[in-house]
C-alpha cells in the first residue's frame, strides 16, 4: 500500500532530463510530482516531472514486483514521488527512455484533483480558478515554457548589460515621497510617519549615476492605478536603466541592441519551449522605426480619431492606424514636455514645448519609458513648480545636484509586457508568478 514517507536516505541521481538510452540499465533514482498516471491494465504508466522535464515510469505485472506493481496502481496526479529503478530505451518515451521501477516512495500524497487540465496549452477554466491554486497552476506545461523564457530574458539582460559596463544595483522600496507625483501610490506606515511603496527607482538610479555612471536594476514596482485590463499590474518587474554622458538617443540605441539580444538568445536557448508554444518571436531589425509624437497626432487625426496635441496616445486609439510597422517594435519620440515627469530634460527648440523622451512600443503596447534627464537644479526645481510639487519635499534628492550630477539618461522596461509581446500571452497575469491587481492580494 502507497504510503507518505520521509525523504530519509533518498536523493536524487538524475533529472528528467538526463534520461536516456545512452545511460544503459543503470539504476537511477528520479523525483517529482505526478504529472499523469495511465491504467492499462497489465501496464501502469506514470509521467514523473520535474524542473526539467518528464520522465516515463512504467510498472508491468510480471516485470515489476507485486508491491510496486500495486503501489504504482494508487499512484494519483500530483502527488510528489522518488523512483528507483533501472532506466531502458523506449522509442515513444519522453527522450527515448523509460525507467522500471525497483522501488516506488511517495513523500507526499495528493488529496484532491485540480479543478483544471494540466498538460494543455489552453485552460478549461477561467484565470481567477487557476491564479487561486496559482502554484499548482505553475505545474502546466504552458507556463513552465513561459517562465522558462522569462528567465532567459532576465540572464539575457544581465549579461548584455554587464557586457556594456553596467553595474547592478538595489534601491529601497520605500519611500519618503512620490517618484513622480500623481495619486498612483500605495502609502505605508513606516514607524511613525507615512512612506509609499516606490513606483520607480527613478531618483535613486539617477543619484548612482553620480559615483558609477552606468547603473541598472531588475526590481518591483508599485502602481495603484485601478486598472482592470489585461495590461495592467499593481506590482510589476521593472528593467530600470541609467548611463551617465548620454542623451536620450544613445539610451533608445542601447535599448533596441538589448532587445535585440534578448531575441537571439531566446532562440538559442528556449528553441524546445517556443516549439511547444508554437510560438515565433518578432522579427526585429536596427535600428526600429522612429517616430514623433507630432507625426502621430498628425496620422491619427487623419486616420479620424479625435484626438489633440497634448493628448495621451492609448492602445485603443494606436489601433487604428494602418501601418505594418507598427505591429512590432518601434519608438515614439519628443512627447509633449507637459506629459511627462518633472525629471525629463525639455527639449532647447520651441521654448521646450517638446522634451527629450520616448516610449517604446510594440503594437499599441508601451514597453518602455525613456528620456534625458534635468542634471541642473534650477531646472529641477523649475520643472517641480510647474507641476504642482513641492521642492522642498524632495530636499534628499536635490541636494546631490549641489555636487556635479553629470548628464545622464536612462529608462525603465517592463518585464510582464515585454513577456506579453515576446510570447503573445494575452493577459499580463500569466506573466508573472503572483499577480497583484486591483482585486487581489492573495496568494
Known amino acids: 500500500m502507497l504510503q507518505e514517507q520521509d525523504l530519509g536516505h533518498w536523493r536524487r541521481t538524475h533529472y528528467s532530463s538526463e534520461i536516456s538510452p545512452s545511460i544503459g540499465d543503470s539504476e537511477v533514482v528520479v523525483m517529482g510530482w505526478v504529472a499523469s498516471v495511465r491504467d492499462h491494465g497489465n501496464i501502469q504508466f506514470i509521467i514523473l516531472k520535474d524542473m526539467h522535464g518528464e520522465v516515463q515510469i512504467t510498472a508491468k505485472k510480471g516485470e ?19 523512483v528507483r529503478g533501472k532506466v531502458r530505451p523506449q522509442e515513444k518515451a519522453p527522450n527515448g527512455a523509460e525507467v522500471v521501477p525497483s522501488e516506488i516512495r511517495a513523500f507526499s500524497i495528493a488529496k484532491k484533483a485540480a479543478p483544471f487540465m494540466m498538460q494543455g496549452k489552453t485552460s478549461t477554466v477561467g484565470i481567477d480558478t487557476r491564479l487561486d491554486l496559482r502554484a499548482v497552476d505553475l505545474r502546466r506545461n504552458y507556463l513552465g515554457a513561459i517562465f522558462r523564457i522569462r528567465q532567459t530574458v532576465l540572464n539575457s539582460v544581465r549579461e548584455f548589460l554587464a557586457r556594456q559596463k553596467f ?60 486598472s482592470r485590463t489585461n495590461r495592467h499590474l499593481s506590482e510589476a518587474i ?32 528556449n528553441a524546445d519551449d517556443l516549439k511547444f508554444l508554437e510560438s515565433q518571436l518578432p522579427a526585429v531589425e536596427l535600428p526600429f ?8 497626432i498628425d496620422k491619427l487625426q487623419e486616420a479620424g480619431e479625435r484626438i489633440q496635441w497634448g493628448d495621451d496616445i492609448s ?27 518633472f525629471y525629463v530634460k525639455p527639449g532647447t527648440a520651441d521654448g521646450g514645448r517638446v522634451c527629450e523622451s520616448f516610449d517604446l512600443m510594440y503594437g499599441a503596447l508601451e514597453m518602455s519609458s525613456g528620456s534625458t534627464r534635468i542634471n541642473r537644479k534650477d531646472q529641477l526645481v523649475e520643472r517641480m ?52 491587481d486591483i482585486d487581489r492580494l492573495a496568494p
Open 238 to 269: 521593472s528593467i530600470d536603466v541609467e548611463r551617465a554622458f548620454v542623451d536620450y538617443n544613445d539610451v533608445m540605441s542601447l535599448l533596441e541592441r538589448m532587445i535585440v539580444n534578448i531575441i537571439e538568445t531566446i532562440k538559442e536557448r
Open 315 to 341: 492602445p485603443q486609439v494606436m489601433k487604428s492606424l494602418q501601418d505594418d510597422r507598427l505591429n512590432s517594435f518601434y519608438f515614439i519620440i519628443d512627447w509633449p514636455t507637459s506629459t511627462k515627469p
Open 289 to 296: 522605426p522612429k517616430y514623433t509624437y507630432s507625426d502621430l
Open 385 to 436: 513648480s510647474k507641476q504642482g510639487l513641492k521642492p522642498d519635499a524632495f530636499d534628499y534628492h536635490l541636494r546631490v545636484f549641489d555636487y556635479g550630477v553629470p548628464p545622464h539618461a536612462g529608462f525603465g522596461l517592463g518585464l510582464e509586457r515585454l513577456m506579453m509581446a515576446l510570447t503573445k500571452i494575452e493577459n499580463i497575469r500569466d506573466a508573472t508568478l503572483y499577480p497583484r
Open 167 to 226: 553595474i547592478e544595483v538595489n534601491t529601497p522600496k520605500m519611500i519618503a515621497t512620490a517618484t513622480e507625483g500623481g495619486a498612483a501610490l500605495f502609502p505605508i506606515f513606516y514607524y511613525d510617519r507615512e512612506a509609499f511603496l516606490a513606483q520607480s527607482p527613478q531618483l535613486y538610479k539617477e543619484q548612482l549615476t553620480m559615483a558609477f555612471e552606468s547603473v541598472f536594476e531588475v526590481g518591483p514596482i508599485f502602481r495603484a492605478e485601478p
Open 64 to 82: 515489476c514486483s507485486e508491491p510496486i506493481f500495486e503501489m504504482a496502481k494508487e499512484v494519483k496526479e500530483h502527488s510528489s514521488i522518488g
